[in-house]
């Protein structure tokens, strides 16, 4: 899903597709084997050098497709300002270093999130593009197995498709309610202690963002608006302009 893709790879680098490159971010352990939606990317670029070669970097219909993504499942739309150049290089250990693992707490997410000039109201906003997508077990398999804070019915549905050793890659909707719609029921989830990451449960869990969780669950047009003005600011994090970097003819690989 271009969306979780695009919110990943700004935690990287930057928004310069440097995770569309072949190796480095795409190897990293946040994005092995759980970033999808590469072949989207792919046919898009191809259909754009067809038509205007050498003119629309893929950082840009990186960020264009995260947002039509997003209008496709029912979100909001938001003004994607354009003129990103392409990075030449991926660093795996930047995404390893950069990404909010699963794992992380709730001081941990704040503070991730901080690193990158965001609130942790803007946190728990860009949190909501969970509302989509899919984990693999291995990100989840501790909370159903061991965590309390998690509505047993949930955690037993869930073992059915994350055994206690193996499959490692087998996925679960991030948002087992409506996975294919756009809207706050991920919040609603971790109201009922159903959030499938620890990281994810973390918002409502008794601390200081459990008031904006309340607030998304209920109020679905406040989360798409904050969504939505949160991905703008997302989509100025060090981008490549001017004569910095270059316009990939294959998103896949420099030129």
């Known amino acids: 899903m271009p969306t979780t893709t695009t919110v990943k790879s700004y935690f990287g680098i930057g928004c310069d597709a440097s995770v569309l490159l072949d190796g480095g971010e795409k190897l990293a352990a946040p994005n092995a084997n759980s970033l999808r939606g590469f072949d989207v990317i792919d046919t898009i670029k191809s259909q754009v050098e067809n038509l205007c070669a050498g003119v629309v ?7 264009v497709a995260a947002r039509d993504s997003v209008v496709a499942l029912g979100g909001t739309s938001w003004t994607v300002q354009l003129g990103r150049r392409d990075s030449t290089t991926a660093s ?3 995404a390893n270093t950069d990404i909010p693992s699963p794992a992380l707490n709730l001081t941990g997410l704040i503070s991730a999130f901080a690193n990158k000039g965001f609130t942790a109201k803007e946190m728990v906003a860009l949190s909501g593009s969970h509302t989509i997508g899919q984990a693999r077990c291995t990100a989840f398999r501790s909370r159903i197995y061991n965590e309390t804070n998690i509505d047993a019915s949930f955690a037993t549905s869930r073992k059915s498709n994350c055994p206690s050793a193996g499959g490692d ?6 948002d087992a309610t ?56 997302m989509g100025n994090l060090s981008p490549l302009t001017g004569t910095s970097g270059q316009i990939r003819t294959n998103c896949r690989k420099t030129n």
């Open 57 to 63: 970097s893929c950082a840009d219909i990186l960020a």
């Open 92 to 94: 795996a250990s930047a």
């Open 169 to 174: 890659n087998n996925l679960a909707p991030l």
């Open 178 to 233: 409506s996975p294919t719609s756009f809207d706050n029921a991920y919040f609603k989830n971790l109201v009922s202690k159903k959030g499938l990451l620890h990281s994810d449960q973390q918002l409502f869990s008794g601390g200081s963002t459990d008031a904006q969780v309340n607030a998304y669950s209920t109020d679905v047009g406040s989360f798409r608006t904050d969504f939505a003005n949160a991905m703008v600011k």
